[in-house]
């Protein structure tokens, strides 16, 4: 939607609570398209629903072929839970073919994890955005100091956007911590990922993720052999640039 001006929107709903923020978004662009991981973003779908119809908000989300059983579970439960579709997609099977042909099960051990989710997240991510005018997501400033720290509650997507089709992310947990993610996951009963009661606080692909220990930042659960700066799968790429202008998305 070119009229719209995320900061504009930023400044006038900054100290909005994310329902609030939710449902400006809604009044904007007149339909919600989520982004869902299978982890504590589970709140944006239990807000989006008490402020849109179930008819306008649109939830997809990115099958690695790598996540663990549970979160597949959940990814299910949460789809019978709140008798909504939820767009699952999936990488292009000849890329992956490839990739595990030439390099194996676990080239993201040996040489990266961008290649691997280039094919596995980014691209689907890139095929299912092409052409909305914005996306939903459940980033927090507080999941990663390293990256997130400027994040704002609207902004350009110039990752996934373009100047002939740009695209809005808003994101409506910025200001949240993860604790009031979990206390409205108490009050109001929303389902969760079981993942979480073992240790679990960032969750992605099996291989990829693991338990953090307390004290350690949940970022440090993810992709722990690489580098502890730039900790982003490339769905998120633009926040790279806040630490380095050449990072790849
Ligand atoms: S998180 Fe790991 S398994 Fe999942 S797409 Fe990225 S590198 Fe591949």
Known sequence: MASFDPNRFV???????????LRAAYQAFGELTL???????????????????????????LD???????TYAFIERIRAHYDIAIDVRFPDSEAVQALVRDKGLFSFFHD??????????????R???????????GQRRDQSPGTRSSLQIAEHDHGFGSDASPL????????????E??????MFDVPYNPLHERGFVSIGCEPCTRPTLPGQHEREGRWWWENQEGKECGLHST??????????G
């Open 11 to 21: 400044l006038e709903h900054d100290q909005d609570t994310p329902k609030e923020i």
């Open 35 to 61: 982004s869902f991981s299978g982890a504590e973003d589970v709140v944006l779908i239990d807000l989006a629903l008490k402020v849109a119809p179930k008819e306008d908000v649109h939830v997809f989300a």
């Open 64 to 70: 690695t072929g790598r996540l663990h059983p549970e």
């Open 112 to 125: 990266g994890h961008q290649e691997c989710c280039g094919i596995r997240k980014v691209a689907p991510l």
């Open 127 to 137: 095929r299912r955005l092409a052409g909305l005018p914005m996306w939903v997501t």
């Open 168 to 179: 809005i992310k808003v994101n409506p947990l910025t200001h949240w911590s993860s604790e």
């Open 181 to 186: 993610a979990w206390t409205y996951i108490r």
């Open 239 to 248: 926040n790279l640039h806040a630490i380095t202008p050449d990072a790849p």
